[in-house]
């Protein structure tokens, strides 16, 4: 187990942590929330010893193995290749094999007891190795680089040669597979895209150790924390349960120290207001002392912590435009002639959609969102914008292309000359920015900050059509939630590439999809995609999934005699016969839906509106439809 015990650590004249005490217990998956600088990665930097406390102490277990991924990049050697960096990730696996050498070597010069002693060392050594996993490493280390969206013929290659995105993706990999008795994580997605976040989730769920978790993804949190620590305010606050736990019972334990506060005030004031009265009276000397005592010794009760309100996110009216916002045309980019990053593809965004662009990082979904944008102009085919549609792009890099020593107030005036003082400190105040603030400059401003102001400056010209290029990086969990509340009122077309899984989730009411095959669209949302995806996964090598899985529940069934098993088939028999026509439902309706996403997608003069009533339509009843499946399957599995 590990405890903090009255910790105390100071930056300067700034008490990041104040007499911080609390115990994480072995095997606990431990989430750390809190805003950004409130001291979560101090915790970690104290636990791994690159920083010292100020006060109090910390208790570790002996020969505890730790495992640490920063925030940013450190790596421990940049000669070797991608593969070699990664799978030598624990030192003991390159220093045993030697001692083994060494042992043998000289085994055959040694006495009847030194053959003895060294015989048991090396038995020693090796159940070391293979603890370690020291046999299987580097099967491991390539099956985590295939998951964090390297390809195999990348292994080679020198690490140095990788982008500063990608070596924290082969770092994470790196301090995955060392499996260590302690890992702690410092917001391992960020430089991750979906399919690697879900790849991370996946195998984190099967680590065993002990894990602290800081991470502003809430799909993380709520898929592998059991236990959260908030620390803010200098504080640390220990909730016995997951994110959704820590955020229904914070709001309860703020109520009640709210009361408890209110009530000592009251307390206090009562007491002062006797002392007040009577200090003067000699009679009542010994009762003012008592009361004096009295109030030395109540131990303040200090006002809750509260998350800052980052809510203030309202976005304008979209003007009226067109239905059809964008179009491609058999469009093709490349940028060298040689790799075509997408190519022959036709793609429509209809208006008031919301879509999210997935794939791995390097697949080009940055690249297709300028292409929308008409930040690039397709190589082959055509863009054709729709009637009246005016773009709002913000990209990654949105916070380098806001001078940082203008004031807030003059980033969005220069974005529109045209507008009033009052009209430009108007849409400011809407977005958190209001009085003196307005003359900020951008260098001062935290992360959420310079998002609200980069909104403000795209929509002092309202756009209604949104493209958004990893607009939660900067952003904590508030800020992030802020953003989704006003997205999802937004009623012009959004297009959006994030790896902030339940971002995707809440927004996206469409997924284009880019992989090595292509790029692909998807008439649902990211659950949608995500069945889908593991469909196509599973065809191959099972044929249709829900007759497997049905003749799976058939096979099950407890066997049974005379009239009870004429009576068990005949249920088996009618539940079949459900079963076919479901699923003969289900193949239809999904033929019908490939037919008019085809036609959305290649058709100039489709009906768009109309299509996606239907589509919508046909997604519903398929769910319908799949749930009654489910529910036969069961019968079926519990006949007899």
């Keep these: 187990m590990i405890d903090f015990i009255q910790v105390t650590k100071r930056f300067g004249a700034q008490e990041v942590l104040r007499d911080v005490t609390f115990r994480i217990n072995a095997g606990e ?18 636990l791994c010893g690159e920083t010292e406390v100020d006060g109090g102490d910390i208790a570790l277990p002996k020969h505890v193995r730790l495992g ?20 030598n990730s624990i030192p003991e696996l390159k220093t045993i094999p030697a001692e083994i050498h060494a042992l043998e070597s000289r085994i055959g010069s040694m006495s009847s007891e030194e053959k003895e002693r060294s015989l048991r060392r090396i038995g020693e050594l090796q159940h070391t190795f293979e603890h370690l996993g020291g046999y299987d490493m580097r099967a491991r280390a390539e099956a985590a680089l295939g998951g964090l969206g390297f390809h195999e013929a990348e292994f080679g290659r020198p690490f140095a040669s990788f982008s500063g995105g990608w070596q924290m993706r082969a770092e994470l990999a790196r301090t995955l597979i060392a499996n260590p008795d302690l890992l702690m994580l410092d917001e391992p997605s960020n430089y991750l895209d979906l399919p690697a976040v879900e790849w991370l989730q996946k195998f984190l769920r099967g680590y065993e150790g002990t894990m602290l978790l800081i991470s502003h993804d809430r799909y993380l949190l709520r898929s592998l924390a059991t236990v959260t620590l908030e620390i803010a305010g200098g ?36 007491i002062e207001s006797f002392v007040r009265r009577f200090r003067a009276k000699s009679t009542k000397a010994s009762q003012v002392q008592s009361r004096i005592k009295q109030l030395e010794k109540m131990e303040t009760i200090e006002a809750p912590t509260t998350a800052p309100n980052l809510s ?102 220069e974005a529109n000359p045209a507008a009033s003082d009052a009209q430009v400190r108007g849409l400011l105040g809407g977005f958190g920015f209001s009085g003196d603030y307005v003359d900020k400059k951008c260098e001062v401003l935290s992360g959420g900050e310079k998002i609200r102001l980069a909104f403000a400056r795209l929509f002092i010209d309202p756009p209604n059509f949104l493209l958004l290029d990893e607009p939660t990086t900067h952003l904590d969990i508030n800020g992030r939630e802020a953003l989704e509340s006003a997205l999802k009122e937004y009623k012009g077309a959004l297009c959006v590439v994030s790896h902030d899984v339940t971002f995707v989730r809440q927004i996206a009411e469409h997924i284009v999809a880019i992989d090595d095959s292509g790029v692909s669209r998807f008439p649902g949302g990211y659950d949608y995609y995500l069945e889908k995806q593991e469909e196509r996964n599973l065809k191959p090598e099972t044929g249709n999934v829900k007759t497997a899985l049905a003749q799976d529940a058939v096979k099950s069934t407890p066997g049974a005699k005379g009239k009870d098993a004429r009576k068990v088939r005949a249920q088996q028999r009618e539940a079949e016969k459900v079963l076919r026509k479901i699923e003969g439902q289900i193949d239809t309706l999904t033929k019908e839906q490939t037919v008019l996403t085809e036609e959305m997608m290649s058709r100039r003069d489709a009906d768009f509106a109309a299509i996606n009533t239907r589509l919508a339509e046909i997604q519903k009843r398929i769910q319908q439809l799949e749930s009654e499946w489910e529910t036969t399957v069961e019968e079926l599995g519990e006949c007899g």
């Design 68 to 87: 640490y991924l920063h925030q940013q990049l450190n790596p421990h050697a940049v000669d070797q290749s991608l593969l070699g960096y990664t799978e």
């Design 312 to 413: 203030r996110i309202r976005l304008a009216d979209p003007p009226h435009s067109g239905h059809e916002i964008i179009r491609l045309e058999n469009a093709g980019f490349t940028y060298d002639q040689k790799r075509w990053i997408y190519k022959g593809l036709s793609l429509n965004i209809s208006r008031g959609e919301k879509v999210a662009l997935v794939g791995y990082n390097g697949m080009g979904k940055t690249t297709l969102l300028r292409t929308l944008a008409g930040q690039l102009e397709p190589v082959e085919g055509k863009r054709v914008l729709g009637h009246k549609v005016v773009i709002g792009y913000q990209s990654q890099d949105f916070a380098e292309t806001m001078p940082p020593e203008k004031s807030a107030f003059h980033i969005v005036k």
């Design 29 to 46: 998956r431990v989430g750390l929330v809190g805003p950004n600088g409130a001291g979560k990665s101090t915790i970690f930097n104290l």
């Design 235 to 270: 504080h640390a606050v220990r909730y016995q349960g997951g994110y959704d736990y820590y955020l229904k019972e914070r709001v309860a334990r703020m109520e009640h120290q709210l009361a408890a506060k209110r009530n000592q005030d009251r307390e206090r004031e009562r």
